[in-house]
């Protein structure tokens, strides 16, 4: 099956809509130093598993569920073509199990989604490629709002960015005045990016890139004792820390994930993560935690965070709501990404 298979599912006249009512926003994001914003979120405005990133002058359009006609593509092509004229549009079908890129590209779109490139998000600036050795776009937009929150009380402040990523909210938080950052993920290749976009931002003296299994990691810095033994059979190494307390912490968790050291299930058990999460965060600090589960119920969740935390004795003193841009519309007020403040 493919997307325009069916009446009315007419992608052109949903791109076109979307573009339509984001006319505010797009001056609203070029005052504030931002070329990079959603321009079509599919689940909300008509077309479901699929959605349109815009990157400075890359629009990314990706499907989850079925494929994209060519003649689809060439009808949106046409679309931005008129109302956003400079876009080099780039499309990744990821219907395929594991959500892999499945589509084979030639010529000009080809050369397109191998262009390496530079947004631009509050004054930041990213690297950012259509298409390259992993699957997801380097920077994710619906997390901008929360980038900026964590900008706001950065300056002087110490960051521990965990999930880190490409680093994003680590390079902000620097940019913004932080006095030091500490980004932390397994993935070298994408911490390596985390130290070209810090680099690019000139904030390589405040960044410090750790490539790690967070679980090990928070621990560590928590002061809590990381064996390296379980169950009589030697874990893998990892690096060596000393216990520091963070102003802000930054849990950003993947859906699911499994290690030797644990497991990652946002659904099941996100207190494995927010107890010694907890322990990394100073008196008078803030915990920005993540959920991207549509299926998570936010008011219970947020009864999660509060009983987890007041378990561990670090009782929530408030909980403040972030909520995606104006680009990442929720017909029902309940956005899959959930982001909550906890101020301690």
């Known amino acids: 099956m493919t997307v325009n298979d069916t009446p009315g599912d007419d992608l052109q006249d949903a791109v076109r809509r979307a573009v339509g009512t984001r006319a505010p926003l797009f001056g609203q994001l070029a005052d504030a130093g931002t070329d990079c ?3 079509l979120h599919g689940a909300q405005e008509g077309v479901p598993g699929v959605t349109l990133d815009r990157y400075g002058t ?3 359009l990706q499907s989850f569920h079925a494929s ?9 092509r046409g679309v931005l073509d008129t109302l956003l004229p400079g876009l080099d549009l780039v499309y990744n079908d990821r219907s395929a199990p594991g959500s892999k890129v499945g589509n084979r590209l030639v010529g000009v779109h080809r ?3 191998k262009m390496d ?4 998000e509050h004054g930041v600036e990213f690297h950012i490629r ?3 050795r992993g699957h997801d776009p380097w920077l994710f937009l619906d997390l901008r709002t929360t980038r900026r929150a964590i900008m706001d009380e950065a300056r002087g402040a110490s960051l521990l960015n965990l999930f880190a990523y490409t680093c994003g909210v680590g390079v902000a938080a620097a940019v913004a005045g932080a006095r030091r950052v500490l980004n932390v993920d397994f993935a070298e290749s994408s911490l390596a990016l985390g130290t070209e976009n810090a680099a690019l ?13 967070v679980f090990p990691a928070v621990r560590q810095l928590a002061g809590l004792r990381q064996p390296s033994v379980h169950r009589g059979r030697r874990l893998p190494s990892f690096p060596r820390l000393q216990p520091e307390a963070f102003d802000l912490v930054c849990l950003d968790p993947p859906l699911l994930a499994r290690s030797r050291f644990g497991v990652v299930d946002v659904l099941r058990d996100y207190q494995a993560l927010l107890k010694p999460a907890l322990g990394a965060v100073s008196d008078g600090g803030a915990l920005y935690c993540t959920n991207n589960l549509a299926r998570v119920d936010e008011t219970e969740w947020h009864a999660v965070l509060r009983r987890c935390a007041a378990n561990h004795g670090r009782p929530i003193r408030t909980l403040d709501v972030i909520r995606p841009g104006a680009d990442f ?16």
């Open 37 to 39: 914003c959603r321009l």
């Open 58 to 60: 890359l629009a990314l």
């Open 68 to 76: 994209v006609t060519e003649a689809a593509v060439d009808g949106v």
């Open 111 to 113: 050369a397109a989604a």
């Open 117 to 120: 490139r530079i947004t631009r």
């Open 130 to 132: 259509a298409r390259h």
């Open 201 to 213: 931002n000139h904030v390589t003296r405040i960044t410090t890139e750790l490539a790690s299994d």
């Open 329 to 344: 519309p929720s017909v029902d007020g309940r956005p899959p990404l959930k982001v909550a403040r906890l101020a301690f």
